[in-house]
């Protein structure tokens, strides 16, 4: 007979935890996040920004365009304001009920162009740029479940010393 240790289910809750915590967040677009971080990444002065619009337009089929308006304090303290705009590809094959409820998601993740006021950066900015923040990204997800693991080890050696 196989013996089932009491702390399986804790710790099976636990590992579902971890794992789930890095998909909670904002409901935002992923396309308009990234939108937002690859600005934010081009502005390295900036102290603080503050988004002020965010307009998708659609060139059915060919692409979106994700437009980011913002005002940026530097580290002296002024204040400016820019825009941004990621366009992002057509990628799907046929229209459901998820692309006309969100029509964003028929769309590339990634953009193959970006202007930032009204500059349009090179194909190798932009891929420096891209390559750059999903190395960031990948980063803060690993740190995420490298803290949950600590976390759930805590809470096992916890419940063992009980």
């Given at each position: 007979m196989?013996?089932?240790?009491?702390?399986?289910p804790i710790l099976a809750a636990t590992l579902a935890g971890v794992f789930l915590a890095g998909c909670s967040g904002t409901t935002e677009d992923?396309?308009?996040?990234?939108?937002?971080?690859?600005?934010?990444?081009?502005?390295?002065?900036?102290?603080?920004i503050e988004w002020t619009?965010?307009?998708?337009?659609f060139v059915r089929p060919e692409y979106a365009v994700t437009g980011l308006t913002f005002d940026v304090t530097d580290k002296d303290g002024r204040r400016s304001s820019g825009q941004s705009?990621?366009?992002?590809?057509?990628?799907?094959?046929?229209?459901?009920?998820?692309?006309l409820a969100n029509p964003l998601t028929a769309y590339a993740n990634l953009p193959f162009a970006m202007t930032i006021d009204g500059r349009a950066l090179s194909d190798a900015e932009l891929l420096t740029l891209v390559n750059g923040e999903q190395r960031r990204q990948g980063r803060k997800i690993v740190e995420?479940?490298?803290q949950g693991a600590r976390d759930m080890a805590d809470k096992v050696r916890a419940g063992i010393g009980q």
């Amino acid at each position: 007979m196989i013996n089932k240790s009491p702390l399986r289910p804790i710790l099976a809750a636990t590992l579902a935890g971890v794992f789930l915590a890095g998909c909670s967040g904002t409901t935002e677009d992923v396309r308009v996040t990234l939108c937002k971080n690859l600005t934010q990444s081009l502005l390295p002065s900036a102290q603080s920004i503050e988004w002020t619009g965010n307009e998708n337009t659609f060139v059915r089929p060919e692409y979106a365009v994700t437009g980011l308006t913002f005002d940026v304090t530097d580290k002296d303290g002024r204040r400016s304001s820019g825009q941004s705009a990621c366009h992002y590809a057509y990628e799907t094959l046929d229209e459901t009920a998820m692309t006309l409820a969100n029509p964003l998601t028929a769309y590339a993740n990634l953009p193959f162009a970006m202007t930032i006021d009204g500059r349009a950066l090179s194909d190798a900015e932009l891929l420096t740029l891209v390559n750059g923040e999903q190395r960031r990204q990948g980063r803060k997800i690993v740190e995420t479940l490298e803290q949950g693991a600590r976390d759930m080890a805590d809470k096992v050696r916890a419940g063992i010393g009980q």
